[in-house]
Nanobody, 121 residues
Framework: QVQLVESGGGLVQPGGSLRLSCAAS????????MRWYRQAPGEERELVAD???????NYADSVKGRFSISRDSAKNTVFLQMNSLKPEDTANYYC???????????????WGQGTRVTVSS
């Protein structure tokens, strides 16, 4: 009923930048929060950044000062601007959204398909 479509991943050199986007569509009444996770090979999934419906943001220490999360509420879209990229940022990045499908619905958790980010010279 709800889909998250991600784009923007790819190959970039160290020090470069990428902007990831994630657009939510379907039976959406409101989005309470959107988050970006990442998972490198052999590593556990980690929370990279999140943004609430009120616009407050949080970042993992490893990306603080380099990454920025933002949203376009009218389009149910979240972005992750990644600057000063490092090889250790290489991972699959996943979008996650906490969604209400109706005014009195419960909260539902949806995931995007993931997009690959590779930082290498």
């Amino acid at each position: 009923q709800v889909q998250l479509v991600e784009s923007g991943g790819g190959l970039v050199q160290p020090g470069g930048s990428l902007r990831l986007s994630c657009a939510a569509s379907g039976s959406i009444f409101s989005i309470e929060a959107m988050r970006w996770y990442r998972q490198a090979p052999g590593e556990e999934r980690e929370l990279v950044a999140d943004i609430t419906s009120a616009g407050s943001t949080n970042y993992a220490d490893s990306v603080k000062g380099r990454f920025s999360i933002s949203r376009d509420s009218a389009k149910n879209t979240v972005f992750l601007q990644m600057n000063s990229l490092k090889p250790e940022d290489t991972a699959n990045y996943y979008c996650n959204a906490i969604v209400k499908t109706g005014r009195w619905s419960p909260l539902y958790n949806f995931w995007g398909q993931g997009t690959r980010v590779t930082v290498s010279s």
